[in-house]
């Protein structure tokens, strides 16, 4: 399929001869550690919403890298950011500082914390969510000491795959080949106020949620949740660690999911990622009040952390949020497209805020790996977090038209699933 777009498909043979699809991923067979399987695609070219792969073949992005290309591809503002700072300074370690990194911090502070005086927050800036969750977990032994060796997190919870993040990840597949894990770590209900209530206790050190559970397929706690978890863990003395590293940076339509979702409840650290670079590999752990003062010298780092071009590219994806008014963008195109998918026969539910949107299928639907590969045939990429999910996370920039081919698209697909069910 192909649909309209903002530049030409490269051809297979302007990448080198016989480097399509099938090439280049026998390729990758051969130089790549598995662990993440076949690719399904070689993808060369973007910009904007649509994507390329090597066979020539477009897409609409509607994953947008696991939502982190929140200005989708080959955007002018990111790209002139990068090349300007690349080209005066790219790299410095963690014994120089530049104006792109403190200028970043100063930033974030002021997105996330924006009712707290500024001098009482503090940024670590790092590569990835999973290491900004380590940090974060680190920030909670720090405060938990030997007094407080509980942390606790929540059923289906994400925070990524290195060590530390991993023992706060609650998939089962995911933690039992690396296990024994950094010790410590209970999982209680999502949701459950009164499961949170019973394991909150003076030898807790912290709590750490998503606001919405990304790989549980889409999931927003429940109201009042985000509220009682503030509320009981600052009565535990124990820090609340929000998990913003999807759902952060105007993913939902406010620059942090739980401004949305829990006005008022102001965390102790918050995590960011993936839509913070809007490409570009960077994350942060913004932490406020006594959290933010935990690290001391030596006892965390990174040599890229803060580097400048990461951080001027987070300025600029900042700068062109709020000079496009794309939280409003986000806002009105999540909500309008959320009713359109739910009106499609075969979604049993339309889960999520903004432009992180969890489809739910109905349960005599093929599983949503199947489904996610019919739509890819027909030249949109989406994943399934869950067997009766499809998550979309597009760029911000997203078309109406786009938006409503893939609606048309899904309803056409799933129908054609019932026929086939029918027929056999």
């Given at each position: 399929m192909t649909h309209s777009s903002q530049a030409p498909a490269p051809t297979a043979e302007a990448k080198g001869p016989g480097t399509g699809n099938a090439g280049w991923l026998a390729r990758y067979t051969d130089a790549v550690m598995n662990t993440f399987g076949t690719?399904?695609?070689?993808?060369?070219?973007?910009?904007?919403?649509?994507?390329?792969d090597a066979d020539g073949q477009?897409?609409?992005?509607?994953?947008?890298?696991?939502?982190?290309?929140?200005?989708?591809?080959?955007?002018?503002?990111?790209?002139?950011?990068?090349?300007?700072?690349?080209?005066?300074?790219?790299?410095?370690?963690?014994?120089?500082?530049?104006?792109?990194?403190?200028?970043?911090?100063?930033?974030?502070v002021r997105l996330t914390f924006?009712?707290?005086?500024a001098q009482d927050s503090r940024v670590f800036l790092a590569n990835s969510g999973?290491?900004?969750?380590?940090?974060?977990?680190?920030?909670?032994r720090r405060h938990g000491g030997s007094r407080r060796p509980r942390v606790l997190a929540l059923q289906d919870a994400f925070h990524g795959r290195t060590m530390g993040a991993l023992a706060l990840t609650h998939k089962a597949a995911y933690r039992e080949p690396f296990e024994p894990l950094p010790g410590?770590?209970?999982?209680?209900?999502?949701?459950?106020?009164?499961?949170?209530?019973?394991?909150?206790?003076?030898?807790?050190?912290?709590?750490?949620?998503?606001?919405?559970?990304?790989?549980?397929?889409?999931?927003?706690?429940?109201?009042?949740?985000?509220?009682?978890?503030r509320e009981l863990t600052e009565a535990a003395g124990a820090l609340l660690i929000i998990d913003e590293v999807q759902t952060g940076m105007g993913r939902t339509g406010a620059w942090m999911a739980h401004h949305l979702l829990a006005p008022g409840v102001v965390p102790d650290v918050v995590t960011l990622a993936k839509g913070l670079g809007g490409g570009i590999p960077i994350g942060a752990v913004v932490a406020t009040g006594q959290a933010a003062a935990l690290l001391e010298p030596g006892q965390h780092g990174t040599t890229f952390g803060g580097n400048p071009v990461a951080c001027a590219a987070a300025l600029a994806?900042?700068?062109?949020?709020?000079?496009?008014?794309?939280?409003?963008?986000?806002?009105?195109?999540?909500?309008?497209?959320?009713?359109?998918?739910?009106?499609?026969?075969?979604?049993?539910?339309?889960?999520?805020?903004?432009?992180?949107?969890?489809?739910?299928?109905?349960?005599?639907?093929?599983?949503a790996a199947e489904i996610a590969a019919a739509l890819a045939a027909r030249g949109f990429i989406v994943n399934a977090p869950r067997p009766d999910t499809i998550r979309l996370a597009?760029?911000?920039?997203?078309?109406?038209?786009?938006?409503?081919?893939?609606?048309?698209?899904?309803?056409?697909?799933?129908?054609?699933?019932q026929s086939e069910k029918v027929g056999s």
């Open positions: 690719p399904g695609r070689v993808l060369v070219r973007g910009r904007g919403a649509h994507v390329w477009e897409y609409i992005d509607l994953l947008a890298g696991i939502a982190v290309n929140c200005l989708g591809h080959a955007h002018p503002a990111i790209i002139r950011a990068v090349t300007e700072q690349l080209s005066e300074l790219g790299h410095v370690s963690n014994f120089f500082t530049t104006p792109a990194q403190v200028g970043l911090a100063e930033e974030l924006p009712d707290r005086p999973t290491e900004a969750n380590e940090a974060a977990f680190k920030i909670a410590g770590v209970e999982f209680v209900p999502a949701g459950d106020i009164e499961a949170l209530r019973t394991a909150l206790g003076p030898d807790v050190a912290a709590l750490v949620v998503e606001p919405i559970q990304g790989e549980a397929g889409v999931r927003e706690l429940p109201a009042g949740y985000l509220e009682a978890a994806v900042i700068g062109t949020i709020r000079s496009q008014s794309l939280l409003e963008r986000v806002q009105q195109l999540g909500s309008a497209w959320s009713r359109e998918l739910a009106a499609v026969d075969g979604v049993d539910q339309v889960r999520g805020r903004g432009l992180l949107l969890g489809v739910g299928l109905e349960d005599w639907l093929p599983p597009p760029p911000f920039i997203l078309s109406d038209d786009d938006a409503r081919a893939f609606t048309t698209t899904l309803s056409e697909v799933l129908a054609r699933a």
